[in-house]
């Protein structure tokens, strides 16, 4: 059994329908709690129109501020709105998940699929994983994505979200190399919504060439539909593949070490060169479309070291332990060095 969004909303102007998609699920007139950052969102509140909302501004992500906040709005609101971009989104699943209320998801970026995945961040998880509050599993009972708003984000933003929905290709191709080595359990339907999502922006590059409504609700369209991959296979396998386990590998290091990593569908994009050579597949032709669009395509375009990529290579195998990708049982440093300067990422 796997829940879906029941509504999904998305254009220019969707903000200004929150009241007529509340009353349609059922929650008008209900006390609700809008989460924001505290950098982006206060202008929108307004245009929510929720007469009976409280509004909490979230400065830092942490364990701690989830479960304190969960605790305090336990039996005062009666679902949650999480609006801004994937931190305050994954904060508001979270607390969804504690609470047992259901929540909205409007996005300000189309940088990620956790617009509409049923899961937190995998290093968010791991944190919450310390206090025993186990797997976040909470699909967002509606969606509503503003292309105006979106598009007013910087276009790295909508940039790494491509990169991210390339990724897609390749989590697909280990699952399937999962399928064969380990016997995991397999949809084909939920395997062809990701890779579609991949074929979406591979097929529409010279409309994303172009920063504009047009391309936002491209991008948009593709990550939705990996939330509902993720939703029908009852993980984020269809969606998060070796080319994932880099990325949180250089999120695991740059939390050890203090440096500030790039953007995780960057980093995913740059994985994602890596594992198709390592899969054989056309990872020429990968590189070559991120290229195109100014997507970065080495680590010192990331402002990564040479050091961190091999690192985050040998290490990215351990990431999670129970997903079993192209990596295998790792790469020693002569093969992650061999295949960064193959594929010219540093």
Request: aromatic share 6%; proline share 4%; hydrophobic share 45%.
């Given at each position: 059994?796997y829940e879906?969004?029941?509504?999904?909303v998305?254009?220019?102007?969707?903000?200004?329908?929150?009241?007529?998609?509340?009353?349609?699920?059922g929650?008008?007139?209900?006390r609700?709690?809008?989460?924001?950052?505290?950098?982006?969102?206060?202008?929108?509140?307004?245009?929510i129109?929720?007469?009976?909302?409280?509004?909490e501004e979230?400065?830092?992500i942490?364990?701690?501020?989830?479960i304190?906040?969960?605790n305090?709005?336990?039996?005062i609101?009666?679902?949650?709105?999480a609006?801004?971009?994937?931190?305050?989104?994954d904060?508001?699943?979270?607390?969804a998940?504690?609470?047992?209320?259901p929540?909205?998801s409007i996005?300000?970026?189309?940088?990620?699929?956790?617009?509409?995945?049923?899961?937190?961040?995998?290093?968010?998880q791991?944190?919450?994983?310390k206090?025993?509050?186990?797997?976040?599993q909470?699909?967002p009972?509606?969606?509503i994505?503003d292309?105006?708003?979106?598009?007013e984000?910087?276009?790295?933003?909508?940039?790494?979200g491509v990169g991210?929905?390339?990724g897609?290709?390749?989590?697909?191709?280990?699952?399937e190399?999962a399928?064969?080595?380990?016997?995991e359990?397999?949809?084909?339907?939920?395997?062809?919504?990701?890779?579609?999502?991949?074929?979406?922006?591979?097929r529409?590059?010279?409309?994303?060439?172009?920063?504009?409504?047009?391309?936002?609700?491209?991008?948009?369209k593709a990550?939705?539909?990996?939330?509902?991959?993720?939703?029908?296979?009852?993980?984020?396998?269809p969606?998060?593949?070796?080319?994932?386990?880099f990325?949180?590998?250089?999120?695991?290091?740059?939390?050890?070490r203090?440096?500030?990593?790039?953007?995780?569908?960057?980093?995913?994009?740059?994985g994602?060169?890596?594992?198709?050579?390592?899969?054989?597949?056309?990872?020429?032709?990968?590189?070559?479309?991120?290229?195109?669009?100014?997507?970065?395509?080495?680590?010192?375009?990331?402002?990564?070291?040479r050091?961190?990529i091999i690192?985050?290579?040998t290490?990215?195998?351990?990431?999670?332990p129970?997903r079993?990708?192209?990596?295998?049982?790792?790469?020693?440093?002569?093969?992650?060095?061999?295949?960064?300067e193959?594929?010219?990422?540093?």
């Amino acid at each position: 059994m796997y829940e879906i969004p029941r509504v999904v909303v998305f254009g220019p102007n969707a903000i200004s329908k929150v009241p007529e998609i509340l009353s349609k699920i059922g929650l008008n007139g209900l006390r609700g709690l809008i989460l924001i950052g505290p950098h982006f969102g206060k202008h929108l509140i307004d245009k929510i129109e929720c007469r009976i909302c409280d509004v909490e501004e979230i400065s830092e992500i942490s364990p701690e501020g989830i479960i304190e906040l969960s605790n305090k709005y336990a039996h005062i609101v009666d679902y949650i709105i999480a609006l801004g971009g994937g931190r305050i989104i994954d904060f508001g699943k979270a607390m969804a998940h504690i609470m047992n209320a259901p929540y909205v998801s409007i996005p300000t970026i189309a940088s990620h699929d956790g617009i509409a995945s049923p899961y937190v961040s995998h290093i968010l998880q791991l944190d919450l994983n310390k206090y025993g509050l186990g797997k976040v599993q909470r699909t967002p009972i509606a969606i509503i994505a503003d292309t105006s708003i979106i598009l007013e984000a910087p276009r790295r933003y909508l940039l790494a979200g491509v990169g991210e929905l390339i990724g897609k290709l390749i989590a697909v191709k280990d699952w399937e190399l999962a399928v064969r080595v380990k016997g995991e359990e397999f949809s084909e339907y939920a395997a062809a919504l990701a890779r579609d999502s991949a074929l979406i922006v591979l097929r529409n590059r010279d409309r994303l060439k172009i920063h504009g409504e047009e391309s936002v609700r491209i991008v948009v369209k593709a990550l939705l539909g990996c939330g509902v991959a993720m939703a029908i296979a009852g993980s984020s396998r269809p969606c998060s593949g070796s080319e994932h386990l880099f990325s949180h590998a250089i999120d695991l290091l740059a939390r050890e070490r203090g440096f500030r990593p790039a953007l995780h569908g960057e980093q995913v994009a740059l994985g994602a060169i890596m594992m198709a050579y390592l899969h054989g597949m056309r990872w020429r032709r990968i590189r070559s479309f991120l290229q195109s669009l100014n997507i970065p395509v080495t680590a010192k375009d990331l402002g990564l070291d040479r050091e961190i990529i091999i690192e985050a290579l040998t290490m990215a195998h351990n990431v999670r332990p129970d997903r079993f990708t192209i990596l295998g049982a790792g790469l020693s440093r002569k093969a992650a060095e061999n295949l960064i300067e193959i594929t010219g990422i540093a």
